[in-house]
């Protein structure tokens, strides 16, 4: 069978029981394709778009099968590794995609407009406009990014196109970042989190055959930034603090990291960190629309290789559910402490994207210190780093206006990155 082809049977007393079972992986994603040699089709490293989908599992569910076989990729990341196509230099430095959602019951109860026209790698916005004279009028927007991601696409086709190309390179001495922008209701979090599960999937594949016996060790960390405050989500929004050492080196003290060894390890954790956040103070959507989750998946390594020394750090892959881009605008708000927030929102997400740009330019001096989030992450803009982000927007054209705002924040990245596409 095909899918044996250079996997090594890894001997059962190398690790606990079930813990890589790798074939029940496969079970699990792909019903049709647990019979070895049963899809006869091309081969598929493109994407896939599917007809339908269902969101009734939101880690691996995803396309309903609708007859003919929809075919993953037995690996995509085992097999990039074998071709040695893993450079870091091949892995743009900066991606921007967008996800347009579908409309929502609601939505389509109301007949409600969809205003977005998509392409493979470019969207039209339509809004509709009044002249002086009320008649009305449609404005078109054009946005081109390096994908569009209509409401087609399942979760797994999203995680193909920006998470899957990073994971070989974070064994090498990488920091790479995914983040979700976009209004509050866009798809941020449907989005964001059965991605960590998929690259852990992904990464513990490489540490048990690519990797296997070299000491690579998996850790997780979750913790959020409320009103320029962090909480760890997988401590009962236990308050942490952020230091910084001598040598410069960002350290949130107290927050707890969890070894990672297989896949059911991490899907509990998600789910625990996820319940943390949004059943905060003063009740569920509110809370999370005004913070940042931060979910850190650490690939570390002793020096000899060996489990007998403490581990060092060697990459870094953080997935980072921003607060609602609305809530940046909060600033006006009759409630103080809600302009405050407002304001600290703001802040963060104009950081970001300086934080990006000087990254992206390589600029020497990083404007971390702008905001909490930066600063938070000021390790994985430093050195070898990567940075995908993925702009959420909804589709009708009540959201009109914040559909634009966050194009124009993701063209506004995406274009920094075409500058310095021109000058090499
Ligand atoms: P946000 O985190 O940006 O506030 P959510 O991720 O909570 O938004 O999404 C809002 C609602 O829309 C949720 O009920 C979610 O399940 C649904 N949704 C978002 N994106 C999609 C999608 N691509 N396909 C199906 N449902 C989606
Ligand atoms: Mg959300």
Redesign the pocket.
């Given at each position: 069978p095909r899918r044996k082809n250079g996997e090594e049977q890894v001997s059962p007393n190398e690790c606990s029981p079930g813990l890589l079972d790798l074939h029940s992986f496969d079970t699990e994603l792909l019903p049709e394709m647990s019979v070895p040699g049963l899809y006869d089709g091309p081969p598929m490293n493109h994407l896939v778009r599917g007809r339908s989908?269902d969101?009734s599992d939101?880690y691996f569910g995803n396309n309903k099968q609708t007859g003919k076989a929809r075919v993953l990729p037995e690996s995509n990341v085992l097999k990039s590794i074998a071709a040695d196509n893993v450079k870091a230099s091949n892995v743009a430095k900066i991606k921007v995609v967008v996800?347009?959602?579908?409309l929502?019951k609601k939505e389509l109860t109301k007949n409600e407009e969809d205003i977005i026209e998509t392409y493979s790698n470019s969207l039209v916005v339509h809004e509709t406009k009044l002249k002086v004279d009320l008649t009305e009028y449609v404005e078109k927007h054009e946005f081109v990014f390096d994908a569009v991601l209509d409401?087609e696409?399942s979760?797994d086709e999203v995680y193909r196109e920006t998470v899957e190309p990073i994971v070989p390179i974070i064994f090498q001495r990488t920091k790479a970042t995914c983040f979700?922008y976009?209004?509050?209701?866009?798809?941020?979090?449907?989005?964001?989190?059965p991605l960590p599960l998929k690259a852990v999937r992904d990464i513990l594949r490489l540490m048990h055959h690519t990797y296997r016996n070299q000491g690579f060790q998996l850790f997780v960390s979750f913790f959020e930034i409320y009103g320029g405050k962090l909480f760890d989500l997988l401590s009962d929004r236990k308050k942490l603090c952020m230091r910084e050492d001598g040598k410069q080196q960002v350290c949130i003290v107290g927050l707890q990291e969890y070894r990672v060894v297989d896949v059911e390890t991490i899907k509990e954790l998600i789910e625990r960190g996820n319940a943390t956040r949004s059943t905060g103070t003063t009740g569920a959507?509110e809370e999370?629309?005004r913070s940042h989750a931060i979910l850190q998946l650490t690939i570390k390594r002793s020096a000899d290789g060996s489990e007998s020394k403490p581990p060092r750090v060697v990459g870094k892959l953080s997935f980072i559910?921003l607060a609602?881009s609305e809530r940046g605008a909060d600033t006006t708000d009759n409630d103080k402490q809600t302009r405050m927030e407002g304001a600290e929102i703001n802040k963060s997400l104009l950081a970001l994207k300086e934080c990006i740009r000087a990254l992206d330019n390589d600029q020497g001096h990083i404007p971390f210190r702008g905001s909490k989030l930066t600063e938070v992450l000021r390790d994985s803009f430093v050195g070898n780093s990567r940075t995908v982000m993925i702009s959420?927007i909804s589709p009708t054209s009540g959201s009109c206006e914040h559909t634009l705002n966050t194009l124009r924040y993701a063209d506004r990245v995406k274009s920094l990155s075409k500058g310095n596409n021109s000058k090499k």
């Open positions: 989908f969101d939101p996800r347009k959602r579908p929502n409401e696409v979760n979700a976009g209004q509050t209701g866009s798809g941020k979090t449907y989005t964001m989190k959507n999370s629309s559910d609602g959420c």
